[in-house]
């Protein structure tokens, strides 16, 4: 197994290269091939991995904590309730203590800042598995899942349909250091943030990859084999609901919608979904409809990640 992932931080795609999500990605292929023939890796036996919620979660939650166990290792669930991060003790001397014990941190946060200190604090792995401009976890879930339908990325186009959130973010960069084209069709003020958008370009100069953004949801589909949409509402922008449902009404991934795209088209949506907003029933539980490959990949891609780096 590769050295060059041993030890490292996974707080953003920005900091792996193709070959290395490449990778993660095949790693995760062989697993799931195992654990349907029910064969056990005890790559990580007594090891252990601190998870940190500030926000709720299901997907995250099961997959960390199961996909530990299947290893051999296991996990400890730390609500924001109980340890309350940076308020009962600071973000870097929770990270010096939990270093002391266990043998990763993965992390769900507000600001990404404070995945940024927990890795700054802790000698031990930090991984990202969601922040307010990242979801790296979800990326590789996401990129499996599309390798799985389509194929090769190098050629082909996905669209990116609604909020330029952290999910987009993750996506965007993933998708470019493997080849994969993204267009982006969002409100105006939702675009994602520049910086992501400029790394993305950069690394898809290197792949074929194209990032071009668009107000259109039409005009992002058109030729797409796969469409991505998430929320409207990510989690700490509760109070802006209402603003963001007028926004993003034209924007709502639908039959008519996805018809305009590849009629293969894979849709994909990282979950939970909010159905009869960025998405209808028909899309979500329909034949184009890849949502529960994507979540179940989760736990492959991340037990994936956990023996690479723990
Ligand atoms: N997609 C995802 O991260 O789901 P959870 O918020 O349930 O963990
Ligand atoms: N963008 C969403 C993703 C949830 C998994 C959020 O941050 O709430």
Redesign the pocket.
């Known amino acids: 197994m590769s050295r060059t992932l041993r030890g490292r931080d996974y707080l953003s795609l920005a900091d792996f290269s193709g070959e290395e999500i490449r990778e993660i990605l095949a790693l995760a292929v062989t697993f799931k091939r195992d654990q349907r023939s029910g064969h056990d890796h005890g790559l990580l036996r007594g090891k252990s991995l601190a998870m940190i919620f500030e ?7 099961v997959t960390f904590e199961l996909g530990m166990r299947q290893l051999g290792g296991h996990a400890v669930v730390l609500g924001s309730a109980e340890i309350q991060l940076g308020v009962r003790e600071s973000v870097a001397d929770v990270a010096a203590n939990l270093e002391r014990w266990v043998d990763g941190i993965m992390a ?1 946060t507000f600001e990404h800042a404070t995945v940024e200190a927990l890795a700054a604090g802790a000698r031990v792995p930090v991984i990202n ?2 922040s307010g401009l990242e ?1 790296p ?2 990326a590789l879930a996401d990129l499996l899942t599309v390798q799985e339908k389509i194929g090769d990325f190098a050629g082909s186009a996905a669209a990116w349909v609604g909020d330029g959130n952290n ?1 987009c973010h993750s996506f965007l960069l993933g998708a470019a250091k493997l080849g994969l084209s993204v267009h982006v069709a969002t409100p105006e003020g939702y675009a994602p943030d520049p910086t992501v958008v400029a790394a993305a370009r950069t690394a898809g100069e290197q792949t074929g990859a194209v990032v071009r953004l668009t107000h259109g949801p039409y005009e992002a589909v058109a030729g797409a084999k796969v469409i991505y949409t998430d929320v409207w509402t990510s ?1 700490g922008q509760e109070a802006e609901k209402a603003a963001r449902a007028r926004a993003f009404a034209p924007f709502q991934v639908d039959g008519k919608l996805v018809a305009a795209a590849d009629p293969e088209v894979v849709v994909l949506h ?3 979904a909010h159905r009869g907003e960025e998405i209808t029933s028909d899309v979500l539980d329909g034949p184009h409809s890849a949502v529960l490959d994507q ?1 179940e990949n ?1 736990l492959h891609a991340q037990k994936a990640l956990l023996a690479l780096l723990l």
């Open positions: 926000k709720p979660s299901l997907r995250t939650r769900r598995g969601l979801h976890c979800q999910v989690m990282c979950l939970p979540a989760r």
